[in-house]
């Protein structure tokens, strides 16, 4: 069997998952490649030796430049802040190599254009480039998408997604780097609003083409953190510093099969820890999932008689369902881990077989356009058309 060989930057909560995805992919898929953990990169020496030993890396290194530099590796993937994504992917794809870049793809509209027309490019040699919104992965969304594309609920009339966390509330935890707009582009926008913006525009079929949004930011100044971790962190003494980014996004949408939308993204949803919740109402029935349940689709099929309407809890844990005949017997669920591994299953299936991922990063650039919108209709304050060219003016 071939090999893929992997190098990975970044070794933290998504390096984590990401290495748990690699590890794990070729012994629940079937799959003509096999994924090797050649390499991780991360800045202080000591912490990424002992990421490389605890996550199964058989190398290390501080410097990704010398990681993309490497003969035996195939693919880049790139599990750093925001900021450094548009670098390490451009340098990556110029160098040959497969990338898998997590999201939002980039900070800017324009640094996520120039990775798109890169993919595009790196195309023409069978070098392939996708983002990693990896809720599309979860079996129950993607048997959304197969109801949805079934035609199961009808024509959608109403799209409504929310993303719920709240591990901001207080005012003293400190200005970690998701707080910051020069590392994170923007706050919960593009943390987590950025994943339901692609969900809904994936199960739907929809693009969204215009916003009315506010953001708000709560709390503006915040201790200084120590390290540079993106969850958490300790207090610098009794420094403060600026929270440059939104803690909370909210806007309407119009969609352009017709359909109308509300979105919700917060860090200070007191209480809800990890909340995406996604409901699609069409003419002839609704879709509902919760990732607090993500083992779980609420479908109500209004084409039954009268007397036998009402919302159906399908337990997606059937060897039927999408990905789900690699894992347990049915009625044995699975959880947020196997979605990078479906992730990764579906990469290397696209590398092997010479097809383009999704979401590709012209994908990924559409949700940046989204979230541009959001903060330019949240800045003049009406509604706000999405830019569509994808290539820079
Ligand atoms: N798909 C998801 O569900 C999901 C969840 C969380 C985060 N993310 C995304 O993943 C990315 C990383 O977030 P995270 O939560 O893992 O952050 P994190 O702070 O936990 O980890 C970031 C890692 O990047 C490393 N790093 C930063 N700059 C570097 C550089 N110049 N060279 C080498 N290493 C560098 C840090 O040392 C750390 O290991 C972000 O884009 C974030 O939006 C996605």
Redesign the pocket.
Known sequence: MGQLRVGM???????A?HSQAWRTVNHAFDLPLSAQMTVV????PDSVAAAAAKLGWSEHTTE?RSLIDRDDVDLVDV????D??AEIALAALAAGKHVLC???LANTVAEAREMAAAAVKAQTNGVRAMC????RRVPAVALMKQLIDAGKIGTIRHVRALYLQDWIVDPEFPLV?RLRKDMAGSGAL??IGA?IVDLTQFVTGQSIRSVSALTETFVKERPMPTG????SAGRDGAATGKVTVDDAALFLARLDGGAVATYEATRFATGRKNGLRVEINGSLGTVAFDFERMNELEFYDGSLPVTEQGFTRILVTEPEHPYMSAWWPAGHPIGFEHSFTHEVRDLIEAIATGQNPAPSFTDALRVQLVLDAVERSAASGSWTEVETALIAA
Not at 9 to 15: D, E, I, L, N, T
Not at 41 to 44: E, H, M, T, W
């Open positions: 930057v970044g070794y933290a909560f998504m390096g998952a990169c991360g800045r202080n990704w599990c750093t802040p925001g450094t994504h997590e999201k939002p990693g919104f990896n809720y780097w593009g943390d994943h540079s971790a993106g969850l």
